[in-house]
């Protein structure tokens, strides 16, 4: 089991770029998280997948995020236009069983930083 | 809103120098309660679940407890290779994310 993975490990780009970040969730697993962590805000649950279907974003901060899923090995958190203010540590994480309380396996994380 | 809360922020701790971390919570029908550590650029690894007051898990030095508001971790004597952060994260009500607190930054010394 590779566990979950995640590319680029570190993105560095300007403003107004598009960013697209991956994730490849462990396999047979049902549920698919995007969170964001800063110093200030700590984790930040984004989105979050359910057999590939999205469950709830209200933590996408702005139109400029968007996230898919096109099948279960796949997902992508994508920033159009990206600001400054994005900065962070983009993590994937996936679970067999999120409603009964299971844990969430992590990636390592995609570190982005704009300019 | 479900909230997480920890405390202290950061922790100094001597090798052998046992101590506690503290998450409080405040949620609307807990299912659950995590414990998770995350080494400098990695991501936060499990460590333990507790799901209901009164419950208790242990694993090496880490031991995790659990009341109706809070949770501790205790670290008996801790060694260099114990020093992460440590996050403690809920899941409530019908909801299957995880809410995060901040973290504590422990730091034990040789």
């Known amino acids: 089991d590779a566990g979950v993975i995640q590319s680029p490990r570190h993105e560095v780009t300007e403003m107004g770029q598009e960013v697209t970040l991956r994730c490849k969730p462990i396999?047979?697993?049902?549920?698919l998280f995007w969170y964001r962590q800063t110093m200030m805000r700590g984790l930040e649950l984004l989105i979050y997948?359910?057999?590939?279907?999205?469950?709830?974003d209200s933590g996408m901060p702005e139109d400029r995020f968007s996230a898919k899923m096109p099948n279960a090995s796949f997902s992508t958190l994508k920033i159009q236009p990206s600001e400054p203010r994005d900065s962070a540590v983009y993590f994937c994480?996936?679970?067999?069983?999120?409603?009964?309380?299971?844990?969430?396996?992590f990636g390592n994380g995609t570190r982005l930083t704009v300019t | 809103e479900d909230q997480v809360t920890q405390s202290p922020e950061a922790l100094r701790l001597q090798e052998g120098e046992s101590s506690s971390l503290n998450c409080s919570y405040t949620?609307?029908?807990?299912?659950?309660l995590f414990w998770y550590r995350q080494d400098p650029g990695k991501g936060p690894e499990f460590l333990f679940t507790?799901?209901?007051a009164g419950e208790e898990k242990e694993k090496e030095r880490l031991k995790a407890t659990l009341t109706k508001k809070e949770s501790f971790l205790h670290i008996t004597a801790p060694k260099p290779e114990d020093s992460a952060t440590y996050l403690c994260?809920?899941?409530?009500?019908?909801?299957?994310?995880?809410?995060f607190g901040k973290g504590i930054t422990l730091s034990v010394r040789p």
């Open positions: 949620v609307s029908g807990l299912r659950g």
């Open positions: 396999s047979g697993h049902d549920y």
């Open positions: 997948f359910n057999n590939n279907v999205p469950i709830d």
């Open positions: 994480a996936s679970s067999p069983r999120a409603r009964d309380g299971s844990p969430l396996h």
């Open positions: 994260a809920v899941s409530a009500g019908a909801n299957s994310k995880l809410t």
């Open positions: 507790l799901y209901s």
